[in-house]
C-alpha cells in the first residue's frame, strides 16, 4: 500500500535562517507531488506542485521553493525564513482518483 | 477554472443533533468531488468521494453527501453528531486525470464545534 511521509513533524526555527521540509512516497512511482500551506486560521494554500523528477511549478511567487530530485522525494526549502512563513506545511500525492496527505510538519518562526 | 465554495466558516452544533455542512463548486469541466476531515494538528484524510454513478455518497464515521448537479453542490450530512466530531472539514473538487498535472481546488473549510 502507499504511504507518505514528512518530516520533522515540527520545527521552531528564528527569521533568517534556513529551512528544509522533506516529504518522501512510498508504494508508487512517478506520482504527482504537491506542498501546501495552512497559516493560522486560513485555508489550504497551494506552494508547489510537481509531475516528475525535477520538475516543479510554483502557485504562489515567495521565499520559498522545492525541488524534486528523486522520483518519491519532494523537498521544501527556504534560503531565510520570513516571520510570515509560519504554518502547517503539508505533502500530498495524488492518487488514482485522491489526494493522499501526509502527517503534516508545523513551522513557527520566531 | 473551478473554485470551492464553503459558505459557513464555522457551524455550532449540540451533540446528537444534525449537521449540514455547504458545499458549492464551480468548473467548466466534469470534477471528481470530496470531503476531507482535519483533526488539530494532523493532515487531511479522506471522508468520503463522488467519482460517478449514485449522487448520494457515504463515507466514515456515518457521513454522507449528495451531489447535486443542477445546483452544483456537494453538502455533507451527518444525523447525529458526536463530540469527536470536532474538526476542520473541507470539500475539494479535483479535475480528472488527462495526462500530466490534476488541478486541485479547496475550499476555505468549515470549522465544526460539537457542543456537548
Known amino acids: 500500500s502507499q504511504t507518505i511521509h514528512q518530516w520533522p513533524a515540527t520545527l521552531v526555527q528564528p527569521v533568517g535562517s534556513p529551512l528544509s521540509l522533506e516529504c518522501t512516497v512510498e508504494?508508487?512511482?512517478?506520482?504527482?507531488l504537491y506542498w501546501y500551506r495552512q497559516a493560522a486560521g486560513r485555508g489550504l494554500q497551494l506552494l508547489f506542485y510537481?509531475?516528475?523528477?525535477?520538475?516543479i511549478s510554483s502557485e504562489v511567487p515567495q521565499n520559498l521553493s522545492a525541488s524534486r530530485p528523486q522520483d518519491r522525494q519532494f523537498i521544501l526549502s527556504s534560503k531565510k525564513l520570513l516571520l510570515s512563513d509560519s504554518g502547517f506545511y503539508l505533502c500530498?500525492?495524488?492518487?488514482?482518483?485522491?489526494?493522499?496527505f501526509g502527517e503534516g510538519s508545523r513551522l513557527t518562526v520566531l | 477554472a473551478q473554485s470551492v465554495t464553503q459558505l459557513d466558516s464555522q457551524v455550532p452544533v449540540f451533540e446528537e443533533a444534525p449537521v449540514e455542512l455547504r458545499c458549492n463548486y464551480s468548473?467548466?469541466?466534469?470534477?471528481?468531488l470530496f470531503w476531507y476531515v482535519q483533526y488539530p494538528n494532523q493532515g487531511l484524510q479522506l471522508l468520503l468521494k463522488?467519482?460517478?454513478?449514485?449522487?448520494l455518497v457515504k463515507g466514515i464515521n456515518g457521513f454522507e453527501a449528495e451531489f447535486n448537479k443542477s445546483q452544483t453542490s456537494f453538502h455533507l450530512r451527518k444525523p447525529s453528531v458526536h463530540i469527536s466530531d470536532t474538526a476542520e472539514y473541507f470539500c475539494?473538487?479535483?479535475?480528472?486525470?488527462?495526462?500530466?498535472?490534476?488541478?486541485?481546488?479547496f475550499g476555505t473549510g468549515t470549522k465544526l464545534q460539537v457542543i456537548p
Open positions: 500530498a500525492w495524488m492518487g488514482a482518483r485522491e489526494l493522499f
Open positions: 508504494g508508487t512511482s512517478n506520482p504527482n
Open positions: 510537481s509531475v516528475g523528477i525535477g520538475q
Open positions: 468548473s467548466s469541466v466534469s470534477v471528481y
Open positions: 463522488y467519482l460517478s454513478g449514485s449522487t
Open positions: 475539494a473538487v479535483i479535475s480528472p486525470y488527462s495526462g500530466g498535472y490534476q488541478k486541485v481546488t
